[in-house]
């Protein structure tokens, strides 16, 4: 860093300075302090054992001064050998960091210089190595020494604040001297050499308010009483100088923002000392009514505060609770209000801070009090039931129209007006339940069962007569009680296992019985029937305590012979009327797999291998059984396809079965295109197609008769000697050679009948698509019977054609 140059104060110094390095650097140059080895170094690797350094030649360090502005190199020292006797035959080296650049050396006189300035900050030192050697003969005249030129500091650096402007808080009201915050300026400066780098702190702006500790830089309060709700932030700057903050010294600053942190030095505040809230008397109890809020001029948790209500007479109609977020309080409805009875309700609401300050309690209390006046509003009201809840019992099997109990309810008002009473049957999915429209009187609507729904709710509205749209409920709870109306029975879905190697007299099963009915109904009594014989395999035994136990008569059960028993048993509940069930239990003979099995034993059967007889395992048998309905199914699926196979009809079903222009064809592809398959009417005759009519009569006695509806058969008309065959044969031929007209697999038959047929041709491919016109059959009723037969028979279809047509 260099020196500026407005700091004329600075030159003087460095006169100084290099005044002294030039007195005092000779004798500087030659400290004997460090102790050498007594072998010589000489550059061809030799050591002379018997040479003795001179200790003119032992270098320990040279300075200099940083920031150098000279014109001139700086003087930093010179070396000398005692071989060197001014004839310019000693050759001085220099080698080492900066060697030829930063710093040089005259070969002849050994003068070092530094031809570069040099900051201290950058690099505070340097290392390097001395020799001297014959100028002609290359010998080294003294062994290479190693010294260090260290560059001496000056005031180059102003202290600064890296880390700055600073942040810092303080409470409120805090005593003088109060530590706020502390900075630490740095100097870039030598701490060891002069007074570059000690630092003395001021305060530039923020008095009278704060002081700082020129040593250590600690920020204090300076002034006591500072309110936070006067002023929150205040703003300090520090200087910091160097030399010790004498004149001419280097200096730095920053800023340093003060906040002042609350404290519970005031208390809440009502706005007002009188409050009037409206309320009406159908207000809900526990729904709030009104708010109310002091003032206080803290934060957080200082302005937290707490309502109540000081006097007995409005803690008991209202309650006060706290909203912490918004700092209000909640009056809420603690009991019904009635304007008959009382208008005005005056309450005393106290507002106190939570946390309070011991430090402040000279202030005074932390507290203040208002009153607010609560004034009733008259509405009308709905009806009033004597009690907010019912709880009533009835007995399940009781006849319809059993009173069950009664309601009641009066409006409040003073007009007192009638009221009517309503089941809300809403919820309920049956109605079991009626009551008095007048009376509130409640019954049944059915026979009720406990065992179905042991508990009934429902609930009443009850509503004035004037005012219909004033309704109130109230819930009811019905309990059906229990009768005995239901035997017990012994529930038993699984078998009961006896082991091959029970023993005479050994517990097998302890069952337990069930009964929909309640525990009121007594204990329990379990016998078996008297009527059937006595069980030779089993007995059982009341153990009076609700449970029976089965037990054997015998010993050695074989599954072999009977795997199965049955065991009746008779069990009697003590309710009134004693009412009793048969239960019949099964009791399966098994082969224990832990042994003769035992009443505190887990019994279970040990299931047969089937199959181990035939060695082979249950996976080995379900492949088998997979491999059997995979090949039945191929079977079917072959069966099936063969009979479709079957039923397909051939295109022509015998080479002697030749019809006039009816092709059979079975193909697939072509879509509309497969009209184009044929040309039907090549196979027309080209003579017999050019006339046609449409009707011919045949009379009886002229040429026979016949009736005939289409074109005239080809047949009957004398063919030119075209050749059919030859037609056909050319067809075949195109539609060889036709391979773009789909679809390229259709089958094409022509078929010709001949020709010379004496009755021409019966096929109605060539028919004309018109109706047929109105004949006469008139003239065929002096035919024969057969003739008559056959009028009848072409009128009759005639009429059904026309019908049709009709239709």
């Given amino acids: 860093m260099r020196i500026p140059a407005t700091t004329a104060c600075l030159c003087p110094l460095l006169i100084c300075l290099c005044f002294i390095q030039k007195s005092y650097g000779t004798s500087q140059l030659r400290p004997s302090v460090r102790a050498q080895s007594n072998q010589t170094k000489h550059p061809d690797g030799e050591r002379d054992v018997h040479h003795r350094p001179k200790r003119g030649w032992i270098w320990n360090q040279f300075f200099v001064l940083e920031e150098h502005i000279g014109p001139e190199a700086q003087h930093v020292g010179k070396l000398h050998s005692n071989s060197d006797k001014g004839d310019g035959s000693v050759r001085y080296l220099l080698t080492g960091e900066g060697a030829g650049t930063i710093f040089v050396i005259n070969e002849v006189t050994g003068d070092i210089h530094a031809s570069k300035s040099l900051d201290r900050e950058k690099k505070g030192h340097y290392v390097l190595h001395a020799q001297a050697i014959d100028r002609y003969t290359n010998r080294s005249l003294e062994p290479e020494s190693e010294f260090i030129i260290k560059v001496q500091d000056v005031n180059d650096n102003a202290p600064k604040f890296p880390d700055g402007p600073f942040a810092a808080a303080v409470p409120e009201m805090a005593d003088v001297g109060t530590s706020v915050f502390q900075l630490t300026a740095t100097d870039a400066d030598d701490p060891t050499y002069g007074n570059s780098a000690k630092i003395v702190y001021s305060i530039l702006q923020g008095q009278p308010y704060f002081s700082v500790d020129p040593k250590t830089g600690v920020i204090r309060t300076a002034l006591s009483n500072m309110d936070r709700e006067a002023r929150e932030r205040y703003s300090v700057v520090v200087q910091a100088k160097d030399m010790a903050g004498s004149v001419g010294g280097l200096s730095g600053s920053t800023t340093i923002n003060v906040t002042l942190t609350d404290v519970n030095d005031n208390p809440p505040k009502f706005p007002q000392k009188n409050y009037q809230l409206y309320v009406p008397e159908s207000a809900q109890i526990g729904k709030a009514v009104g708010k109310i809020k002091a003032n206080d001029e803290d934060l957080g948790v200082n302005a937290e505060m707490r309502y109540s209500i000081t006097n007995a007479e409005g803690k008991a109609m209202f309650s006060i609770t706290t909203d912490t977020d918004q700092k209000e309080g909640i009056i809420s409805l603690r009991l019904p209000l009635n304007y008959e009875k009382r208008k005005v309700h005056t309450l005393h609401i106290e507002g106190v801070n939570t946390h309070r300050d011991p430090r402040f309690s000279h202030l005074g209390a932390f507290k203040d009090t208002t009153t607010l006046r609560i004034i009733i509003g008259d ?35 003073s007009t007192k007006s009638p009221v009517r009473y309503f089941i809300d049957h809403s919820e309920e999915e049956q109605v079991y339940f009626t009551i008095g429209l007048n009376n509130g009187v409640i019954k049944t609507t059915r026979s009720l069962d406990r065992e179905d729904v042991a508990w009934h709710n429902i609930t009443v509205m009850a509503s004035e007569v004037d005012n219909p749209s004033l309704v109130s409920h109230v819930p009811i709870t019905i309990q059906v009680l229990d009768v005995n109306d239901n035997a017990p029975y012994i529930a038993r879905d699984d078998e009961i296992i006896v082991c091959e190697t029970s ?66 048993v008779v069990v009697k509940d003590g309710g009134e009327p004693v009412l009793s069930s048969t239960s019949t239990l099964n009791l399966r003979v098994c082969v224990c797999q832990r042994g003769g099995g035992g009443s505190s034993r887990v019994k279970a059967c040990r299931v047969p291998a089937f199959l181990s007889t035939a060695g082979l395992s249950t996976g080995a048998f379900i492949a088998i059984l997979l491999c059997i309905i995979i090949l039945l199914a191929i079977v079917v699926l072959f069966v099936i396809l063969r009979s479709k196979k079957g039923k397909k009809e051939p295109l022509i079903i015998s080479e002697e079965d030749v019809r006039e222009n009816v092709v059979t064809y079975d193909d697939e592809g072509g879509g509309e295109e497969d009209t184009e398959a044929f040309d039907i009417a090549a196979l027309r005759n080209p003579a017999g197609a050019e006339r046609r009519r449409l009707r011919r009569e045949v009379r009886p006695g002229t040429e026979g008769w016949l009736v005939a509806c289409g074109p005239q058969s080809p047949s009957l008309v004398l063919l030119d000697t075209e050749d059919m065959h030859h037609v056909i044969r050319q067809k075949v031929v195109e539609a060889d050679r036709d391979t773009s007209g789909p679809p390229y697999d259709s089958l094409q038959t022509y078929s010709y009948e001949g020709r010379g047929s004496p009755t021409g ?9 018109v109706l047929p016109p109105e004949l006469s059959y008139s003239d065929l009723e002096d035919w024969v019977p057969e003739g008559h037969t056959l009028s009848r028979l072409f009128e009759t279809e005639l009429s059904e054609t026309e019908q049709t047509i009709a239709l």
Avoid: C
Avoid at 509 to 531: E, H
């Fill in 379 to 413: 509405v009308d009201e709905p009806p009033v039931f004597s009690i907010d809840y019912y709880i009533m019992d009835v007995y399940e099997n009781s006849p319809v129209g059993t009173e069950v109990g009664t309601v009641t309810a009066q409006d409040p008002d």
């Fill in 503 to 568: 023993r005479a007299g050994q517990v097998i099963q302890t069952v337990r019985p069930s009964d929909k009915d309640n525990f009121a109904n007594g204990r329990f009594s379990f016998a078996l029937p008297i009527d059937l014989p006595v069980n030779p395999n089993f007995t059982l035994k009341d153990n009076e305590d609700n449970t029976a136990s089965i037990m054997a008569r015998r010993r050695q059960f074989s599954q072999s012979e009977q795997d199965l028993y049955q065991l009746p």
């Fill in 761 to 769: 041709s019966v096929s109605s491919l060539g028919l004309a698509q």
